[in-house]
């Protein structure tokens, strides 16, 4: 947290700053704070409101989810069902509660993640109410979306090595380039902020201006994983500065799971770039795909 807010309440900061009463010397960005990682669950006119603030700590993520009786009944056998999807395996289930009426609660609750893969957290909410004779009542959630990034760190190898593990890497996933972005070098280090890719290619070789350009990136991951990437762009029109930029980004992983988990998160930074909807997306293809 900044000096400008370390003292001072986050909750009535956030308040002035939707006002439009905060000085602008203590503006605060929450989403760089554990407010940022909060994800609602449900709505607000829901008999039972939940949210949750996802907290990953390596191979764990921990679930920490507020739950609030927004009735004046009391609920029983309130139970915080989990399920997942990818490499997630949930490690405890969280034991039904009473909840009285406009009480709150928090639930915790433990997933084990075993490889870089887009994982997604499917959870509801049954409860019965006391005195009703009524079926089991049922809140539907909010997806949870698990971001790889949390385990992807830059790499490096060297030219040997990067051909190497080329040839042997079985997934291939082909991105088309779609970004307003017009200067080639940007886009490289705007693609290695977004992917935690890092680039190999040394800066002799990236400097000129002569309208196209390739490159190669590296990315580990915690588990073990290695990613690469070849990128070859270039301008439409090499005459016009302002042109936009074209071409592909190949990406080759060991599982195809990292291979497409790299490239949505490519299509996602892109779609955040763009001005207008256009075409391109990604699709894994195997090993013997083009060479």
């Known amino acids: 947290v900044s000096e400008n807010v370390t003292d001072t309440n986050l909750f009535d900061l956030s308040l002035s700053q939707a006002l439009g009463t905060a000085p602008k010397?203590?503006?605060?960005?929450?989403?760089?704070?554990?407010?940022?990682?909060?994800?609602?669950?449900?709505?607000f006119s829901d008999p039972v409101y939940a949210e949750a603030y996802v907290n990953v700590n390596q191979y764990d993520i921990v679930l920490d989810?507020?739950?609030?009786?927004?009735?004046?009944?009391?609920?029983?056998?309130?139970?915080?069902?989990?399920?997942?999807?990818?490499?997630?395996?949930?490690?405890?289930?969280?034991?039904?509660?009473?909840?009285?009426?406009?009480?709150?609660t928090n639930i915790k609750a433990t997933v084990k993640v075993s490889s870089t893969e887009n994982g997604v957290i499917f959870s509801t909410i049954a409860y019965d109410v006391r005195g009703s004779t009524s079926d089991r009542n049922c809140v539907y959630l909010e997806d949870i979306h698990i971001d790889i990034m949390d385990y992807i760190v830059p790499g490096t190898c060297t030219d040997t090595e990067f051909r190497k593990m080329w040839a042997e890497f079985e997934w291939e996933n082909k991105v088309g380039v779609v970004t307003p972005i017009t200067d080639l070098r940007q886009y490289l280090d705007h693609l290695s902020a977004q992917t935690n890719m890092k680039l190999l290619t040394t800066d002799a070789a990236l400097?000129?201006?002569?309208?196209?350009?390739?490159?190669?990136?590296?990315?580990?991951?915690?588990?073990?994983?290695?990613?690469?990437?070849?990128?070859?762009?270039?301008?439409?029109?090499?005459?016009?500065?302002?042109?936009?930029?074209?071409?592909?980004?190949?990406?080759r992983a060991k599982s195809q799971g990292m291979a497409l988990s790299l490239g949505d998160k490519i299509n996602h930074a892109q779609k955040e770039r763009k001005p207008?909807?256009?075409?391109?997306?990604?699709?894994?293809?195997?090993?013997?795909?083009?060479?």
């Open 25 to 43: 010397t203590t503006k605060y960005t929450f989403a760089s704070s554990k407010l940022g990682k909060v994800i609602q669950l449900a709505g």
């Open 65 to 104: 989810v507020l739950v609030v009786n927004q009735t004046s009944d009391t609920l029983q056998n309130l139970s915080l069902e989990l399920s997942t999807v990818g490499d997630l395996k949930l490690v405890d289930k969280p034991s039904p509660i009473t909840l009285a009426p406009n009480d709150f």
């Open 207 to 251: 400097e000129g201006d002569c309208g196209f350009l390739a490159a190669n990136f590296c990315a580990h991951s915690i588990f073990g994983e290695d990613a690469l990437a070849n990128v070859s762009v270039e301008k439409a029109d090499p005459l016009d500065p302002m042109s936009a930029i074209i071409g592909h980004i190949r990406i």
């Open 276 to 291: 207008v909807e256009r075409g391109g997306g990604a699709r894994a293809v195997a090993n013997a795909a083009a060479k």
